[in-house]
C-alpha cells in the first residue's frame, strides 16, 4: 500500500510529429513500414501471460494492396474465451492488491514507450493494416494512444481524490473498487487508440479484462499488447482473444462473473449487445456496466454568413480524411443556397487536387477503404444514387478493388433532404449535400434533427454571433460533439471528451473521469472514533 499521497506527473498530449520530407521520423517510419512488409507476422493470442496458438491460421493484409500478406493470426472458439475469462479471474486479486501508484507506473510507461522507441511501429501498423496515411496513423496510435494512457492515470487519481466530507467526531471515506468480476472489451477497426483504450481503461483502475479486437485490426492489436506488456502489465490483466465477435458474446454473456462491457463499434452490434445481456440480467452475479460508443451521421451546417472557403475545407478534411472512417466524420452538409455557387467552386479545386493510393505513398491523402464488405456495400451506394432520380454524384464515384478497396471520395447531391444518404450511416468517403433556401433556414435546422437516429458529432460555420447562439442552441440534442467554424473530427483527448447521444451510444466520454467512473464501484467507509454506548436519546426525557 502506498505510504504518501503521490502526485502523478500532469498530462499532456503527445506533440504530433510532422514527417516533413527529411525528417527523421519520415526516415524511420518508411523503414519500419519496408520491414513489416519484409516479414510475415504470426500473431498469438495472449491469455494468461501466454501465447496461444491454433490450427487455425487466418491472413491478413493491407485493404490497399490485397495480394501482399503481412501475416497470420490465430483464430480461437470458445475454448479460448473461457480460458480468458479463466486468467482474468485468476489475476485479479494481485491486481486489486497492488497500490494504484504502480498501475499508474506501468500506463505511464507504456505512453513512453509509444512516444518513443514504439512510435514508428505502431504508426506503422495502422498504416499497413487499416490503410491509414502516416498524419492519420500518427495522431491515432501514437498520439491518441498516448494521450489515453496519460490523461487516464491523471483522471484515476482525480477520481480517487473526489471524498466526502466528515463531520466532527467521524471520517468518511470513498473507496474506489474496481467492477467483482471480469470486464469485456469489444473493439473496432478504425482506431488503434480506441481499440487500445477500452482494454486499457478498465484495467487502469483495478480491472482484469478479456479483449476482443476487430478482425481487420488484429496487426496493430498484437503491437499494443507487445507495449502493454513491455510496460509491465502483470500476466492475465489484459487477455486478447482473436476470434468471431458472436463465438466471443456467446462465452462472455453467459459467464456470472461478467461485470462491464466496454464497446465501441456499429449501433447494430451494441443493440444486438444489449439484448443479450438484458435477457441473461439473472445469470450474472452483479448488474454489468454497459459503455458503448457507436455510430454516427455527422453534420456540417452553414449558415448564410459562414466563411465560404474554410465549409469547403471542413468538408474536405472532415469527410475524406481516412476514407471517411471515423465515427465522426463528416457525412451530410446543408448548405445555404446563397453560398453554393461560390462553395462549389472551392470544393472543386479541393477534389481535383485530392490523390488517393497506398499509404506507403506519403502524398496519397485518401487510402483504401478496410476492407470487401464494406466497398461493396459504399460502391452500391454509389451505384443506387447513381440510378437515383432523387439524387446526383457531382464529384467521385468512381471505385475499383483490382489492387486495393479503393472508393474514390464522392460527394451526392440529395434532392430531397431525407434521401438515404442523408441518413444512414455509410462508414466511408461519401458526403451527401442538401441544398437549403436561405429563406427555410429554421425548418432546414428541423429537417437536421429529424432526419437521423444518431447524435455523434456536428459543425456549424457562422460568422453572424447572434446565428452561432441560435444554431447552438437550437442543436442542443443533435451531438455530443459539437464544433464552432471548424470540422466535426480531430477531437483530443483532455480537450473535447468524445462521445454522442441518442443512437450514437451511451456518452461516457471516452478518456475522462466520466468513463473511468464507469469501471468502479464506490464503497463509502464511516469511522466513527468514539462509538456511542448508550441507545437512549435526549428527547426520550420528560421533566
Ligand atoms: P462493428 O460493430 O462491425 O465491430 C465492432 C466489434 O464488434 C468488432 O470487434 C467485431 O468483431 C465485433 N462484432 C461484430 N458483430 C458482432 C456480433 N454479432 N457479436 C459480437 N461482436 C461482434 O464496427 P466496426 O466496423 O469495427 O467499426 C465501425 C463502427 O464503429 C461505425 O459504426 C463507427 O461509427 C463506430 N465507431 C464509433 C466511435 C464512437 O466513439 N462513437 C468510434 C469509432 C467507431
Not at 132 to 143: L, R, S, W
Not at 503 to 529: H, M, P, Q, Y
Amino acid at each position: 500500500m502506498p505510504k504518501g499521497i503521490f502526485h502523478v506527473p500532469v498530462a499532456y498530449n503527445e506533440p504530433i510529429l510532422q514527417y516533413v520530407p527529411g525528417s527523421p521520423e519520415k526516415t524511420t517510419l518508411k523503414a519500419t513500414i519496408a520491414e513489416m512488409r519484409r516479414v510475415e507476422a504470426d500473431i498469438p493470442m495472449y491469455i494468461g501471460g501466454k501465447d496461444v496458438r491454433t490450427t487455425k491460421r487466418v491472413r491478413m493484409a493491407p485493404p490497399h494492396d490485397i495480394k501482399h500478406t503481412l501475416g497470420y493470426y490465430h483464430e480461437g472458439d470458445a475454448t479460448h474465451v473461457q480460458m480468458a475469462i479463466d486468467a482474468a479471474l485468476a489475476a485479479k486479486a494481485d491486481w486489486v492488491a497492488l497500490g494504484w501508484q504502480h498501475r499508474a507506473a506501468i500506463f505511464l510507461k507504456a505512453a513512453e514507450l509509444i512516444s518513443g522507441p514504439y512510435r514508428a511501429k505502431i504508426n506503422a501498423a495502422t498504416m499497413l493494416c487499416q490503410s491509414k496515411n502516416a498524419y492519420q496513423a500518427e495522431i491515432d496510435a501514437a498520439c491518441e494512444m498516448a494521450d489515453f494512457l496519460r490523461f487516464g492515470v491523471q483522471c484515476m487519481v482525480e477520481i480517487y481524490n473526489m471524498q466526502p466530507q466528515s463531520a466532527k467526531g467521524i471520517w468518511n471515506y470513498s473507496e474506489y473498487r474496481p467492477l467483482e468480476g471480469f470486464i469485456f472489451a469489444l473493439t473496432p477497426f478504425n482506431f488503434t487508440s480506441i481499440a487500445g483504450n477500452l482494454p486499457a481503461a478498465p484495467a487502469m483502475m483495478g480491472n482484469t479484462v478479456v479483449w476482443k479486437p476487430s478482425k481487420t485490426a488484429v496487426y496493430s492489436a498484437q503491437v499494443l499488447m507487445e507495449i502493454f506488456i513491455e510496460a509491465g502489465l502483470p500476466a492475465g490483466v489484459i487477455n486478447m482473444v482473436t476470434c468471431p465477435g458472436p463465438v466471443a458474446a456467446d462465452v462472455v454473456f453467459a459467464h456470472p462473473d461478467f461485470a462491464g462491457f466496454h464497446f465501441t463499434g456499429s449501433t447494430g452490434v451494441f443493440n444486438t449487445v444489449w439484448k443479450t445481456i438484458g435477457e441473461n440480467i439473472p445469470k450474472y452475479k452483479t448488474y454489468p456496466r454497459i459503455v458503448g460508443e457507436t455510430g454516427g451521421k455527422d453534420f456540417i451546417f452553414a449558415h448564410p454568413t459562414a466563411n465560404v472557403k474554410a465549409v469547403a475545407t471542413a468538408i474536405t478534411r472532415g469527410a475524406f480524411e481516412y476514407q471517411g472512417q471515423k465515427c465522426s466524420a463528416a457525412s451530410r452538409a446543408y448548405i445555404p443556397a446563397s453560398i453554393w455557387n461560390e462553395l462549389k467552386n472551392y470544393i472543386d479545386n479541393d477534389m481535383k487536387a485530392i490523390k488517393m493510393g497506398p499509404p506507403e505513398d506519403f502524398t496519397n491523402f485518401v487510402n483504401a477503404v478496410i476492407d470487401e464488405a464494406s466497398f461493396n456495400k459504399l460502391a452500391a451506394t454509389i451505384d443506387a444514387a447513381q440510378a437515383s432520380a432523387d439524387a446526383e454524384v457531382l464529384w467521385g464515384g468512381g471505385y475499383d478493388k483490382s489492387v486495393g478497396y479503393f472508393i474514390e471520395p464522392t460527394i451526392i447531391l440529395a434532392k430531397k433532404p431525407d434521401y438515404t444518404t442523408m441518413l444512414e450511416e455509410l462508414f466511408g468517403p461519401i458526403l451527401t449535400l442538401y441544398i437549403y433556401d436561405d429563406a427555410k433556414l429554421e425548418e432546414t435546422l428541423d429537417v437536421l434533427d429529424q432526419t437521423s437516429f444518431y447524435a455523434l458529432t456536428g459543425a456549424i460555420f457562422a460568422h453572424d454571433r447572434y446565428a452561432v447562439e441560435h444554431l447552438t442552441t437550437r442543436l442542443t440534442n443533435c451531438a455530443g460533439n459539437f464544433y464552432i467554424n471548424d470540422k466535426p473530427t480531430g477531437a483530443v483527448v483532455g480537450q473535447q471528451p468524445f462521445g454522442g447521444s441518442r443512437a450514437s451510444g451511451t456518452n461516457d466520454k471516452a478518456g475522462s473521469v466520466f468513463n473511468l467512473l464507469r469501471w468502479v464501484s464506490v464503497r463509502t467507509i464511516k469511522e466513527c472514533f468514539v462509538s456511542p454506548t448508550d441507545f437512549t436519546y435526549p428527547f426520550m426525557g420528560e421533566i
